[in-house]
């Protein structure tokens, strides 16, 4: 179990500077290069940094106003989801914002719309790279984590209607063009996290099998999720068989498959894609 853990953490700081790195270089050579605001709070430190700059002659750290305005989110990060994943978390605040301010700038395009679309799938990356790691980017991330775990629903494109505030806000001081080309970034990125983050898609499983207990067993340990049991006969054997009937989310779905054929390898299996539960459906969390 100690080696187990030790690895899991490995695993975690491991996404965590991964992560911070490539956010910092991909706010250097595409999201400065563009005037963009990815959104979220990264999105608000630009936008501060401008209106100091522009408004009241001011060069001011990106690590000071990211670490200030993070100080909300991390202490939900605390109280509510888990010391280990907002220490993690706070690492990579730290550390993408230091990167941030020390990384000289390297534009690779001045197109607009290609540093909207490819920033966009790199921040998206990024920020799934820290929520693999069971880890955060910080600020509005512990807001989607805390209500995704309260709901048990993906919120992220909740969270990218959220960011348009601060898009607006940029259209406003600073021209619509930036800011448009913004909302092309967040989609991108929104869409990105939405493809690689599966935590909160959930899978139906039927298996059809001759060995329920041992296929249940394996149920039980991976997902820590139970089943249903259904007795009946094969219509063209006559013989007796049982239906185990269970939810997981999609990222367990496919290595629970594997296992159950490797337990029973005469098992049907019928996975089914689930859009909506109610009522109780553990998640399995390690905060």
Not at 192 to 207: C, G, P, V
Not at 260 to 271: M, Q, Y
Request: glycine share 8%; aromatic share 12%; proline share 2%.
């Amino acid at each position: 179990m100690e080696q187990l853990n030790i690895k899991h953490e490995c695993k975690r700081y491991g996404c965590a500077v991964l992560a911070a790195t490539v956010f910092a270089i991909n706010i250097k050579t595409f999201v400065r290069a563009g005037g963009l605001y990815p959104g979220g709070v990264s999105g608000l430190t630009l936008l501060i940094q401008n209106i100091f700059a522009q408004f009241l002659g001011l060069q001011i750290p990106y690590t000071v106003i990211n670490i200030l305005l993070n100080s909300i989110p991390v202490y939900v990060g605390f109280r509510f989801i888990g010391k280990k994943f907002t220490i993690s978390s706070c690492c990579v605040i730290l550390l993408s914002s230091v990167l941030t301010d020390l990384i000289p700038a390297q534009p690779i395009t001045y197109d607009s719309l290609l540093i909207s679309i490819f920033g966009g799938l790199i921040n998206g990356f990024s920020i799934s790279l820290c929520l693999i790691g069971n880890t955060s980017s910080g600020g509005t991330d512990f807001f989607a984590i805390y209500f995704s775990e309260k709901s048990g629903k993906d919120i992220w494109n909740y969270v990218f209607c959220a960011n348009a505030c601060i898009l607006v806000a940029a259209g406003i001081l600073f021209g619509w063009d930036r800011a448009l080309y913004s909302i092309i970034f967040q989609f991108t990125s929104t869409q990105t996290i939405q493809m690689l983050h599966q935590r909160y898609k959930k899978h139906t499983l039927f298996i059809v099998t001759r060995h329920p207990d041992l296929v249940y067993h394996e149920i039980s340990q991976l997902t820590h999720h139970s089943a249903t049991r259904f007795e009946g006969n094969g219509c063209y054997t006559g013989e007796g068989t049982s239906l185990l009937y269970s939810v997981v989310s999609r990222d367990e779905a496919k290595l629970l498959v594997k296992k159950v054929h490797e337990t029973d390898p005469s098992a049907f299996v019928n996975l089914i894609k689930t859009d909506y539960i109610n009522g109780r459906f553990y998640h399995k969390t390690d905060y």
